[in-house]
Nanobody, 123 residues
Framework: VQLQASGGGSVQAGGSLRLSCAASGLIFGNYAMGWFRQAPGKEREFVARISRSSATTNYADSVKGRFTISRDNAKSTVYLQMNSLKPEDTAVYYC?????????????????WGQGTQVTVSS
């Protein structure tokens, strides 16, 4: 199984980025997908989750209204559209996959992880 995250970069506050995560080696439609992030010196934290069929999405309060998670099962890819970025959004962003159909926001519930992509937001 491989999850390949991409799309990170450096932007100014108020800008936008779109992260992608391409999955291979698994039946993508059988997995709920999540995005997490980890800033230097901090714990990895939940950002967003999307159910297998896209029927349900969940967001951390800190990103609600600014970030949108989506997926394309035909392309085995999950996306994170990030708008109105703030300096506090600076982190390495990771995509992750879980077979658990219940809403899981804890990193421990996710079995497969991507390598991470750096997002840097300057003020």
């Amino acid at each position: 199984v491989q999850l390949q995250a991409s799309g990170g970069g450096s932007v100014q506050a108020g800008g936008s980025l779109r992260l992608s995560c391409a999955a291979s080696g698994l039946i993508f439609g059988n997995y709920a997908m999540g995005w997490f992030r980890q800033a230097p010196g901090k714990e990895r934290e939940f950002v967003a989750r999307i159910s297998r069929s896209s029927a349900t999405t969940n967001y951390a309060d800190s990103v609600k209204g600014r970030f949108t998670i989506s997926r394309d099962n035909a392309k085995s890819t999950v996306y994170l559209q990030m708008n109105s970025l703030k300096p506090e959004d600076t982190a390495v962003y990771y995509c992750a996959a879980t077979v658990d159909i219940a809403v899981r926001l804890a990193a421990a519930a996710y079995k497969y992880w991507g390598q991470g992509t750096q997002v840097t937001v300057s003020s």
